[in-house]
T-cell receptor, first 113, second 120 residues
Framework: DAKTTQPPSMDCAEGRAANLPCNHS???????VYWYRQIHSQGPQYIIH???NNETNEMASLIITEDRKSSTLILPHATLRDTAVYYC??????????????FGEGTQLTVNP | GAVVSQHPSRVICKSGTSVKIECRSL??????MFWYRQFPKKSLMLMAT?????????EQGVEKDKFLINHASLTLSTLTVTSAHPEDSSFYIC????????????????FGPGTRLTVL
């Protein structure tokens, strides 16, 4: 799976948009971009994933650049409960049974009141 | 849907004893489950992949005789830390592979809440 690079930490004001970047310059054509987050002392939570088109769900939006070498996770209106470590993961396929997730160091997002 | 539970949530044990951690998929069947370990301020590290009815596949550097994995049913996998030592103190997280998506379903990992193990 391709390696990803994320800033170690970011701050955001409550109510503002949080934009979390991820570089994955060695991504292959069949690799998807996944985002998970982990609130302190809890298990990871799936947020969103995409291949090349921008995606949006009730939690966040995912913007993938045209060359697919980077992406941005957007939390449109951050709340204090969004404070967590956010992991950007690139992996092969979404239908592969038993596909592994390789977690990097992630970005610690702190939402401030 | 797609809820995964772990039991216990916290456990404290003495050095040399064995500890069993359960991972259950509550509303779906999971032929594959994963076990991760996470040290403080570190990322999750995959320990092993557990497949129902067969032997687990361990990652390099993980002792299979120390971390016993049993996946006897489609909703339950257990991790037993044998002869635990203080360096085994960690946050253990499991995930179960299930179906996600709406019109286009796909396999996805759903994570449990984790088990905090402290070995004295």
């Amino acid at each position: 799976d391709a390696k990803t690079t994320q800033p170690p930490s970011m701050d955001c004001a409550e109510g503002r948009a949080a934009n979390l970047p991820c570089n994955h310059s060695t991504i292959s054509g069949n690799e998807y971009v996944y985002w998970y987050r982990q609130i302190h002392s809890q298990g990871p939570q799936y947020i969103i994933h995409g291949l090349k088109n921008n995606e949006t769900n009730e939690m966040a939006s995912l913007i993938i650049t045209e060359d697919r070498k980077s992406s941005t996770l957007i939390l449109p209106h951050a709340t204090l409960r969004d404070t967590a470590v956010y992991y950007c993961i690139v992996r092969v396929g979404k239908e592969t049974s038993g596909s592994r997730l390789t977690f990097g160091e992630g970005t610690q997002l702190t939402v401030n009141p | 849907g797609a809820v995964v539970s772990q039991h216990p949530s916290r456990v404290i044990c003495k050095s040399g004893t064995s500890v069993k951690i359960e991972c259950r998929s509550l509303d779906f069947q999971a032929t594959t489950m994963f076990w991760y370990r996470q040290f403080p301020k570190k990322s999750l590290m995959l320990m092993a992949t557990s497949n129902e009815g067969s032997k687990a596949t361990y990652e390099q550097g993980v002792e299979k005789d120390k971390f016993l994995i049993n996946h006897a049913s489609l909703t339950l996998s257990t991790l037993t830390v044998t002869s635990a030592h203080p360096e085994d103190s960690s946050f253990y997280i499991c995930s179960a592979l299930g179906l996600a998506g709406g019109s286009a379903t796909y396999n996805e990992q759903f994570f449990g809440p984790g088990t905090r193990l402290t070995v004295l």
